[in-house]
């Protein structure tokens, strides 16, 4: 074999150890897993040398254990309020099961959960069944985790801290006749999300060192925005947490309001209340601008 066949030979074998590394140490079965269902006989112990006192499995089982606890701790540190909503055991059991499912792909960590939520709702328990017929605990499990991501989306998101947002005294400003003709558009940063339990509430509990038990049931709508890089969670009524989505900058308030009365939205305030309204989103930074 030439030096170029060499070469092409030793990086497919390098690249078929990487590959071979990278199985074992995400697996979360560990060295009786999957991964090696397909290895030669003896292939950990020709890949990875033991030591005076551990064998080549047990070698190997710490990288394991230690990438599945790194991933973990990330878990723990997103979702604080779900650990003590689930504890830890059924908590890790759930976050395994997801990274099973959707192992990380890229270098960095910031998307890691981005589609835990969505997976607790596909395997939740009874989930072929109708709302009304399964279990509702999972339902404020799913609320929770929801919130939690957001939080970290609108932590981690475009702000407007350098954006130069109007101050809540440049919309009380604006002639009554006129603030119908504004443009208001949602923060890029804000969400705004409805809820069938209080979660917002429950995590504030746990935030305030308190042990809270889960809360009853009850239909809430949460805007989560960010002001000088902190972010704010407040509860407003459903109407309104149906305008603040619908507000993009390219209709008016007056059109805004005809657009969700057309969508038999009940309740929403006329331009004459809206104005102070309008003034309170904008000093949480829950509006870019009007």
Known sequence: MNEDGEMIAAATELGRLQRWMQEAVTDRSGIAGGYAAGNRPGEVERIV???????????????????????????????????????????????????????????????????????????????????????????????????????LHVFNGDGVEDAAPPLPCDIASVPQHLVGRLLPALAPSSRVLRFGYPVHEYLRACRRGEMPGHPAARECCVVISRRNYRVLINEVLPQRGAFLREADGERTVEQLLLSLAAQGVEGVEGIHMLRDVLCEWASWCALAGV
Do not use: K, V
Request: charged content about 20%; hydrophobic content about 45%.
């Open 49 to 151: 040398l033991p030591s005076a006192s551990l064998t080549s499995g047990e070698r190997l089982a710490i990288y394991t254990r230690s990438y599945h606890a790194r991933l973990l701790q990330c878990f723990a540190t997103i979702f604080p309020s779900l650990l003590h909503a689930l504890g830890q055991d059924l908590f890790e059991a759930f976050a395994l099961d997801y990274l099973h499912h959707h192992p990380p792909h890229s270098y960095t960590l910031d998307h890691l959960a981005d589609a835990f939520p969505d997976h607790l709702a596909a395997t939740r328990p009874e989930a072929g069944l109708p709302p009304g017929r399964r279990e509702t605990w999972p339902d404020f499990i799913i609320d929770l985790a929801r919130l939690e991501l957001a939080l």
